[in-house]
């Protein structure tokens, strides 16, 4: 088990993806104010035997005239990835080309507008025009454990950022575990999304899926 700590500071307007070899991760703009979409898609079942991702995303928008949104200067997106080895993660930044700052690996692929990372060992710091890219690994992690579970997700939002998960599975359907109901659509079919409005959250709740396991908690 592999973790990257990642910290990306966006000066304007800007959009970040977070790419993972088993699926994509991205944050994106829609076409409503101070929303934000997150997708998490699975192409296929995974079949390492330790597979979890873990996000924490924590954005404070201002509003623009749609699509575009600006972040001040100053104000940081953090996001913490659990990457299991044998995965690549890829960090793409819109604007700016991609530079790396220190390293000390040679398994790095340095690409325009984005880093490619395959399997790197302790840290690297990069950087771009616009922001700073700083990607860390912490080492002896726990082991989660191995079961059925084939990816984890948990993510961290402000109220007033819409929230929507897509889980792409072969097989089941996706459940949610719920404690304010009327704030969740819910489409019993493989590959359904799951959206949430947190503009109007009460408590806390918790999204499943019976194959392919990808939770999400609001706080």
Same mark, same amino acid.
């Given at each position: 088990?592999?973790? +990257?700590?990642?910290?990306?500071?966006?000066?304007?307007?800007?959009?970040?993806?977070?790419?993972?070899?088993?699926?994509?991760?991205?944050?994106?703009?829609?076409?409503?104010?101070?929303?934000?979409?997150?997708?998490?898609?699975?192409?296929?079942?995974?079949?390492?035997?330790?597979?979890?991702?873990?996000?924490?995303?924590?954005?404070?928008?201002?509003?623009?005239?749609?699509?575009?949104?600006?972040?001040?200067?100053?104000?940081?997106?953090?996001?913490?990835?659990?990457?299991?080895?044998?995965?690549?993660?890829?960090?793409?930044?819109?604007? *700016?080309?991609?530079?790396?700052?220190?390293?000390?690996?040679?398994?790095?692929?340095?690409?325009?507008?984005?880093?490619?990372?395959?399997?790197?060992? *302790?840290?690297?710091?990069?950087?771009?025009?616009?922001?700073?890219?700083?990607?860390?690994?912490?080492?002896?992690?726990?082991?989660?454990?191995?079961?059925?579970?084939?990816?984890?997700?948990?993510?961290?939002?402000? +109220?007033?950022?819409?929230?929507?998960?897509?889980?792409?599975?072969?097989?089941?359907?996706?459940?949610?575990?719920?404690?304010?109901?009327?704030?969740?659509?819910?489409?019993?079919?493989?590959?359904?999304?799951?959206?949430?409005?947190?503009?109007?959250?009460?408590?806390?709740?918790?999204?499943?899926?019976?194959?392919?396991?990808?939770?999400?908690?609001?706080?």
């Amino acid at each position: 088990m592999e973790t +990257r700590k990642c910290i990306i500071p966006v000066l304007t307007a800007n959009r970040i993806a977070v790419s993972h070899a088993a699926g994509d991760i991205a944050v994106r703009e829609t076409d409503m104010d101070k929303k934000v979409i997150l997708f998490l898609k699975h192409e296929k079942p995974l079949t390492f035997p330790i597979d979890a991702i873990e996000i924490r995303e924590t954005l404070r928008l201002i509003s623009r005239t749609p699509p575009y949104y600006e972040w001040s200067q100053g104000e940081s997106v953090d996001l913490d990835i659990f990457v299991p080895l044998g995965f690549s993660v890829t960090i793409a930044h819109k604007q *700016g080309d991609v530079f790396v700052h220190t390293t000390g690996e040679q398994n790095l692929e340095v690409k325009k507008g984005g880093i490619t990372s395959k399997g790197v060992r *302790g840290c690297g710091r990069f950087h771009t025009h616009i922001g700073d890219i700083a990607i860390q690994q912490m080492r002896d992690m726990q082991k989660l454990q191995a079961s059925v579970r084939i990816g984890n997700i948990q993510v961290e939002i402000p +109220r007033g950022i819409e929230l929507a998960v897509m889980a792409k599975t072969d097989v089941g359907r996706i459940q949610s575990n719920r404690k304010s109901s009327r704030n969740f659509m819910n489409q019993e079919e493989p590959g359904d999304v799951f959206s949430y409005n947190p503009l109007h959250a009460q408590g806390s709740a918790m999204f499943e899926t019976k194959k392919g396991d990808i939770s999400v908690w609001f706080a």
